[in-house]
T-cell receptor, first 114, second 114 residues
Framework: GAGVSQTPSNKVTEKGKYVELRCDPI?????LYWYRQSLGQGPEFLIY????????DSGLPNDRFFAVRPEGSVSTLKIQRTERGDSAVYLC????????????FGNGTRLTVT | AQKITQTQPGMFVQEKEAVTLDCTYD???????LFWYKQPSSGEMIFLIY??????QNATEGRYSLNFQKARKSANLVISASQLGDSAMYFC???????????FGTGTSLTVIP
């Protein structure tokens, strides 16, 4: 079946601009995660959705970052007033949300802020 | 607090040999799961193997096995009969029962030498 789909695969934007990153999870997966990965680092947690609600947004670095999942499927990560430090690969993952269920990752969106 | 530590930034192994990638973890939650992921240079995160904290036997999946030593809080990945396609970054991750996040280590870069 189809895996996790993320669009765009690459995004270049100027400092101060607004960006939206989209994630389409595996059908039937109730849990959706956003992670950020900088070069040479492991994925860093941003936010977790159970259904439509953000069950844990403790990883969002500041109020410029926001994410939604209005119908419990597709999710959008929104970054306002982008900064050069936001440049990273943004990974989306979904799972069945059972304790032994692994994350299934998309291919990521590489965000570059110039 | 939960933490994953991978102390080997880079490892080399001869083709067809076995290699062990180290992972130690820290949590006070008695119920948790440990996961290993492979990230080739193309960027996708591929789930390899899972070990639950109450599992009595070490997990195995094909050429991958997990050397789980609960008392030492270690969950090392063993790859047998290494292949050139095994060259990639490998990440250890943990999820505790009482939390939502998956915590990732900083990864180990494995290079298989022909």
């Amino acid at each position: 079946g189809a895996g996790v789909s993320q669009t765009p695969s690459n995004k270049v934007t100027e400092k101060g601009k607004y960006v939206e990153l989209r994630c389409d999870p595996i059908s039937g997966h109730t849990a959706l995660y956003w992670y950020r990965q900088s070069l040479g680092q492991g994925p860093e947690f941003l936010i977790y959705f159970q259904g439509t609600g953000a069950a844990d947004d403790s990883g969002l670095p500041n109020d410029r970052f926001f994410a939604v999942r209005p119908e419990g499927s597709v999710s959008t990560l929104k970054i306002q007033r982008t900064e050069r430090g936001d440049s990273a690969v943004y990974l989306c993952a979904s799972s069945r949300d059972r304790s032994n269920s692994p994350l299934h990752f998309g291919n990521g969106t590489r965000l570059t802020v110039t | 607090a939960q933490k994953i530590t991978q102390t080997q930034p880079g490892m080399f192994v001869q083709e067809k040999e076995a290699v062990t990638l180290d992972c130690t973890y820290d949590t006070s939650d008695p119920s948790y799961g440990l996961f290993w992921y492979k990230q080739p240079s193309s960027g996708e995160m591929i789930f390899l193997i899972y070990q639950g904290s109450y599992d009595q036997q070490n997990a195995t999946e094909g050429r991958y096995s997990l050397n789980f030593q609960k008392a030492r809080k270690s969950a090392n990945l063993v790859i047998s009969a290494s292949q050139l396609g095994d060259s990639a970054m490998y990440f250890c991750a943990m999820r505790v029962r009482t939390g939502n996040q998956f915590y990732f280590g900083t990864g180990t870069s494995l290079t298989v030498i022909p």
